[in-house]
């Protein structure tokens, strides 16, 4: 009796693949605010950033440079000054630096393993600049994992198969391309889908309709 109930259904194997992925992106914005420090006059401090987002791998060796220049009210840069430098996420290389000749003082930010937005600032005597906002995105794919829901259907039935993508410090990945096949010999199910983008979750579903046969499938993903 148990036999022939289980082969009144299809049962899914499924299995991933990661092929190759990428991510990344650079910028650079600029804000200002006046004020008074000590006995010289301020009239601006003016955050810049070498790029907008950063890969959240944690290498050192790829930080982002922050550089504040203050100016005076004649617009020339103020050397001497000490600014103060702030982040909400990340490692910066340190929290304070002195102004050049050109009233400029530079950081660099280290990028955390994780996702999320950095708000960077900068200061000094008081006088802050406007933050700016770096974001942290995921690396390159490095696992796919995959399932269905559910994954037991009886002949000419649907269930959606879903595949999440993860870089190597198990951050989700967006807008990966994942394709899906079946790669069973029988090949009795098909797929609506072939491929497509894992959203801001990193997951991407199709859908998979079983043929008429009680037969196993396997479904493999790639990214």
């Known amino acids: 009796m148990m036999g022939r109930v289980l082969s009144r259904f299809v049962f899914l194997v499924l299995t991933a693949f990661l092929l190759t992925a990428c991510g990344g992106g650079t ?3 600029s804000t200002e605010t006046t004020g008074t420090t000590g006995i010289q006059r301020v009239a601006s ?3 810049t950033t070498g790029a907008d987002t950063l890969t959240a791998d944690g290498n050192a060796s790829t930080p982002v440079l922050l550089s504040a220049t203050v100016k005076d009210t004649d617009d020339t840069g103020i050397s001497g000054l000490t600014v103060i430098f702030s982040a909400t996420l990340g490692d910066l290389s340190a929290t304070s630096a002195v102004t050049d000749i050109d009233g400029v003082a530079t950081v660099t930010l280290q990028s955390p393993t994780s996702i999320g937005e950095a708000e960077v600032k900068a200061s000094t005597g008081g006088v802050f600049s406007l933050p700016k906002s770096i974001v942290m995105i995921a690396g390159a794919a490095s696992t796919v994992s995959i399932s269905a829901a559910p994954s037991v259907i009886k002949p000419g039935e649907t269930t959606r198969i879903t595949a999440t993508i993860k870089d190597i410090n198990e951050n989700v990945v967006a ?3 994942v394709t899906f096949v079946i790669v069973s010999t029988v090949n009795s199910g098909s797929l609506v889908e072939l491929s497509g983008l894992t959203d801001s979750n990193g ?4 859908s ?11 479904v493999v993903a790639r990214a």
Do not use: F, R, W
Request: proline share 0%; aromatic share 4%; no cysteine.
């Open 175 to 177: 807008d990966e391309n």
């Open 27 to 29: 910028g650079d914005a």
């Open 203 to 206: 997951q991407v579903s199709v």
């Open 208 to 218: 998979y309709t079983a043929g008429s046969a009680d037969v196993e499938d396997i």
């Open 45 to 47: 401090v003016t955050l």
